[in-house]
Nanobody
């Protein structure tokens, strides 16, 4: 069993930055690909970014490419999402996901989910 706890969300002005963290329990953290998803009000949850088990391969949604960076520290059982040049359309609850054996943009690939952290970007 893996438990995920996100932190780092908040209110920021457009053009600003935030760094989200996701701390995972359990000894198998480095054995799983990790990802971030988000869900805006009234919309379905969508893929944001994913990172491979060793951290060498990353993939991003087109909407965040060039602005967001996903990284992980396997020694700390933590995955990060650095978000720069934030836009009002980035406003959403951001979820950390784990449990995939390989990086994927599909929600079904991930077995474990955090509770989410709210990110609000004001214009």
């Amino acid at each position: 069993q893996v438990q995920l706890v996100e932190s780092g969300g908040g209110l920021v002005q457009a053009g600003g930055s935030l760094r989200l963290s996701c701390a995972a329990s359990g000894r198998t953290f480095s054995g799983y690909a990790m990802a971030w998803f988000r869900q805006a009000p009234g919309k379905e949850r969508e893929f944001v970014a994913t990172i491979s088990r060793g951290g060498g391969i990353t993939n991003y949604a087109d909407s965040v490419k060039g602005r967001f960076t996903i990284s992980r520290d396997n020694a700390k059982n933590t995955v990060y999402l650095q978000m720069n040049s934030l836009k009002p359309e980035d406003t959403a609850v951001y979820y950390c996901a784990s449990g995939a054996t390989a990086s994927s943009s599909r929600q079904r690939a991930y077995e474990y989910w955090g509770q989410g952290t709210q990110v609000t970007v004001s214009s």
